[in-house]
């Protein structure tokens, strides 16, 4: 618009065309908050549950954004959901036991085994197996069958890793930091979030993909880490308030001697190094396809804005808010 020469048809026409994508976007946002009310697991939950159905569309609205990938983008945000539902059943109302218990369940996938759980652990998993059940059907069509089996393989080392922070916590354990970060971010979701949007990609994503992404390439494992530093480095109050203890900085300020202050310099510098290796491999050449390799490029962008200054998915009063009214309300002005 601010060149001289702009052809005002071409720029008439991308205006319509953005005010169509926010009417597909806003139908989405439907479909997800509907499906979301009309869950048995939804009902009468308690305080501690994170209803995020807006923040889970957002988060796969940034994994891709065309409106091909509409059915990626639901799929994405019913799966991002389903991790938030987990970690709040664990981490606010089970005993270890019956973490394990769940996690247990969940290594075996069979929904023969549920008779086994109690209260939220029980809701947990008929959750879990219920989008699971819908993530099958549509696979089943599209032919794609073992995009499941690795879905299911991510799930389980999810809630591995959710038992093992647990246990650090609640035992105030100090583990070593490297090992804490790469459980975190594990923990976190970030390999699985991936692996969501590659299913999403429809045809575009093969069994290869996922078998590469099960390899942990350099640049997935340095994102995950990322996302677990980011991810504490925001937290830090809030968890040290409830008494969870496994946090980055806590641990690394515990086991190095210093302060939150000179914890936070070095964290921010560990993710400077960390952009610097990611930004290098994913610019090396592949056998992986460009829109696969577009899903993790498009994860470390949802990271940095998840994260910005604050925490974007749990706190929908900070910038989220003016996020989502950026991309779904305000108009363009033909």
Same mark, same amino acid.
């Given at each position: ?6 052809? #005002?048809? &071409?720029?008439?026409?991308? *205006?319509?065309? +953005? /005010? !169509?994508?926010?009417?597909? %976007?806003?139908?989405?946002?439907? =479909? ?82 549920? #008779?086994? &759980?109690?209260?939220?652990? *029980?809701?947990? +998993? /008929? !959750?879990?197996?219920?989008? %699971?059940?819908?993530?099958?059907? =549509? ?196």
């Amino acid at each position: 618009k601010q060149e001289e020469d702009n052809d #005002e048809t &071409l720029l008439k026409l991308a *205006k319509l065309n +953005f /005010k !169509f994508l926010q009417l597909h %976007y806003i139908q989405e946002l439907k =479909i997800i908050t509907t499906w979301w009310r009309e869950l048995d697991h939804t009902k009468n939950l308690p305080h501690g549950f994170r209803e995020r159905t807006f923040e889970s569309w957002f988060v796969g609205s940034m994994m891709y954004f065309e409106p091909q990938f509409s059915l990626g983008r639901i799929m994405s945000a019913k799966f991002i959901l389903l991790l938030a539902f987990l970690d709040d059943a664990c981490d606010t109302y089970g005993s270890i036991p019956e973490v394990e218990s769940v996690v247990n369940c969940l290594e075996r996938w069979d929904p023969e085994y549920m #008779e086994n &759980l109690h209260g939220h652990m *029980k809701t947990a +998993f /008929k !959750f879990v197996m219920s989008v %699971y059940k819908e993530f099958e059907e =549509i696979l089943k069509s599209q032919g794609r069958s073992f995009a499941l089996e690795k879905m299911i393989e991510e799930f389980k080392i999810v809630a591995r890793t959710n038992l093992d922070l647990i246990k650090w916590a609640r035992a105030g354990q100090i583990p070593n930091f490297d090992e804490y970060v790469e459980a975190g971010g594990a923990e976190a979701g970030s390999y699985a979030t991936i692996a969501c949007s590659i299913m999403g990609l429809g045809e575009i994503g093969k069994k290869e993909d996922f078998e590469w992404l099960l390899s942990r390439p350099k640049s997935v494992r340095y994102l995950a880490r990322k996302t677990r530093l980011l991810d504490d480095i925001t937290d830090f109050e809030e968890d040290m308030n409830k008494g969870y203890t496994a946090n980055a900085l806590n641990y690394y300020m515990k086991q190095h001697g210093v302060t939150k202050k000179e914890a936070s310099g070095e964290f921010h510098k560990m993710i400077g190094d960390i952009n610097k290796i990611v930004n290098e491999e994913c610019l090396k050449t592949t056998n992986i396809s460009r829109p696969v390799l577009m899903q993790v490029v498009n994860y470390g962008r949802m990271v940095n804005i998840l994260y910005t200054s604050d925490d974007v998915y749990n706190h929908r009063e900070g910038k989220l808010k003016d996020y989502l009214t950026a991309l779904l309300v305000d108009p363009i002005h033909l």
